[in-house]
């Protein structure tokens, strides 16, 4: 886990300021309360997200929102998807052979 200001410090031209709003807009969501902040491993993935879609690809603050909305929705998907396979992988190989032929019609 790491303090906020030690995630500021991992971005030298992010301003404090601007990591702040993107916690109090809900974009980021680490634990705890300001100021004492707590960012796990995600969250400062989330930041560097965040960070490469204003800084290096000047996405518009307005348009954020819906970015993070949809790759919210992808990982949930992905993780939907991984829960269906492994259900399948349970299942006789006479179902398993059943299913992939559905999937292929």
Do not use: C, N
């Amino acid at each position: 886990m790491m303090r906020f200001t030690a995630v500021v410090a991992l971005f030298p031209d992010l301003p404090e300021t601007e990591l702040h709003a993107w916690v109090e807009r809900g974009w980021v969501r680490p634990e705890g309360t300001d100021p004492d902040w707590m960012f796990q491993d995600i969250d400062v993935a989330r930041v560097r997200l965040i960070y490469d879609f204003r800084h290096a690809m000047a996405v518009q603050e307005e348009t954020i929102p819906l970015v993070l909305s949809l790759l919210d929705q992808v990982y949930t998907l992905r993780g939907q998807l991984r829960a269906i396979a492994r259900a399948v992988e349970r299942q006789p190989e006479a179902v398993q052979k059943a299913i992939l032929a559905a999937l292929r019609e």
